[in-house]
C-alpha cells in the first residue's frame, strides 16, 4: 500500500522534514509499506505527479496549509482516497473546521494514524473557459481577494499578521465593486442581485485569512455553501463591522448578508476569485457545492453532523483499514 505525502516547502517552521519522518513512522502502523513524497515547483506539477500515483495510492497526506489542501482536492475529489492534514501553513482555515489546525505534527500524525474518516463537502468554480476547480474552504472577491492580493505579496510579517496589514491598507484604498449575482438556495428557490458591493463571498467552511470567522455557522458536511454580500458603506461605519467580524459578532450587521445556497452565478469586471488564499478564476464564474466529495482522516472526537451525512447518502465516518 503507498501513502503519498504532499509537502509545501515553504511552510511554517522551514523545513518540512521532521514533520514527514514523524508521518512516516505512523502510517505504517496502518500497513502502508511504501511512502513518496512530492515537494512540487508549482501546484500544476504537483497535481501531475499525484494524479499519476493514484492507481496506487492508498492514503495522501498534506504538510503545509490551504493552498496545499487545494492542490489534494482537486485530485482526490470523488476518489474516496482518505485526505490526512498536518497543518503548517500559514493559514489552515478548512483544517480548523474540522479541530486539526490546533494540532501539532505530532498529534495531527497520530489523528492520520488512527484513520477515522467523514465525507466532507467541497465546492466547484466553473471559470469562463468551461474548466472546473475545487476549493475546500473560502471563495473571496472584492474586498476580499483585493486583500489576498495584497497579503500574497506582503513579505514581512509572515503569518496570519500579513493579511491584518493587507486588510488595513485595502481598508484605505476602499474599492467598491459591481456584481451581478443569480443564486439557488438550499431550499430550491432563487434569486438575482445587480448591485455595488464590498465584496462578495462564498463558505463551505466558516474561517479564512488565517481564523477570520467570515462565515461562523458554515458547516463542511451539510451539503450546502453560505453566500455573504457586504454592502459598501463610509469607512467609521466599516470600522464597526470588521470589529464584528472578527468577533463573530457580524451576522445581525444590515450591511451584511448571507443565505444558504446550492450554486451562484457572479459576474463583475473589478476583481478576481480567490479560493483557499489563491487565485482560481475571473468572471463570470459559477459556484455550485458538491456534497461529501471528499475523503478526509478527522479526529474521532470531531461531532460534525453525521445525521446530515446519511440523509444525503453520504457515509457517516469510518476508520481508515
Known amino acids: 500500500m503507498l501513502a503519498v505525502v ?23 502502523a ?53 485526505l490526512g492534514i498536518v497543518p503548517t501553513g500559514s493559514g489552515n482555515d478548512f483544517a480548523s473546521a474540522f479541530g486539526i489546525a490546533e494540532l501539532d505534527t505530532h498529534a495531527a500524525a497520530e489523528v492520520i494514524a488512527a484513520g477515522v474518516t467523514r465525507a466532507v463537502d467541497l465546492a466547484s468554480v466553473t471559470r469562463p473557459d468551461g474548466t472546473v476547480r475545487k476549493f475546500a474552504s473560502v471563495f473571496a472577491s472584492g474586498f476580499d481577494s483585493l486583500v489576498n492580493d495584497r497579503a500574497n505579496n506582503i513579505r514581512w510579517p509572515r503569518g496570519h499578521m500579513r493579511y491584518n496589514v493587507a486588510i488595513a491598507i485595502e481598508f484605505f484604498l476602499l474599492k467598491r465593486v459591481r456584481y451581478t449575482a443569480s443564486w439557488t438556495a438550499e431550499d430550491g428557490s432563487t434569486g438575482t442581485t445587480d448591485s455595488t458591493l464590498l465584496m462578495a463571498t462564498v463558505a463551505n467552511s466558516p474561517t479564512y485569512g488565517g481564523g477570520v470567522p467570515i462565515s461562523p455557522n458554515s458547516d463542511p458536511t451539510d451539503g450546502a455553501l453560505v453566500l455573504i454580500m457586504v454592502k459598501p458603506a463610509g469607512r467609521v461605519r466599516l470600522v464597526r463591522l470588521l470589529s464584528r467580524v472578527f468577533k463573530s459578532k457580524h451576522l445581525t450587521d444590515p450591511l451584511f448578508t448571507s443565505r444558504r445556497i446550492s450554486e451562484v452565478t457572479l459576474d463583475t469586471a473589478d476583481t478576481r476569485g480567490y479560493a483557499d488564499g489563491d487565485p482560481i478564476t475571473s468572471f463570470p464564474t459559477t459556484i455550485a457545492v458538491d456534497p461529501g466529495a471528499l475523503t478526509l482522516i478527522v479526529p474521532a472526537s470531531f461531532g460534525g453532523a453525521a445525521t446530515d451525512s446519511a440523509a444525503r447518502g453520504v457515509p457517516a465516518p469510518a476508520t481508515l483499514e
Open 6 to 28: 504532499l509537502v509545501n516547502p515553504a511552510a511554517r517552521g522551514g523545513s518540512p522534514t521532521d514533520a514527514v519522518e514523524v508521518v512516516r513512522s505512523r502510517v505504517g
Open 30 to 82: 496502518k500497513g502502508i509499506n511504501r511512502v513518496v513524497t512530492i515537494t512540487p515547483a508549482s501546484a500544476a506539477e504537483a497535481e501531475r505527479e499525484l494524479a499519476a500515483l493514484l492507481p496506487e495510492t492508498a492514503l495522501v497526506v498534506v504538510v503545509g496549509g490551504d493552498g496545499t489542501v487545494n492542490i489534494a482536492v482537486n485530485v482526490l475529489a470523488g476518489t474516496r482516497i482518505p
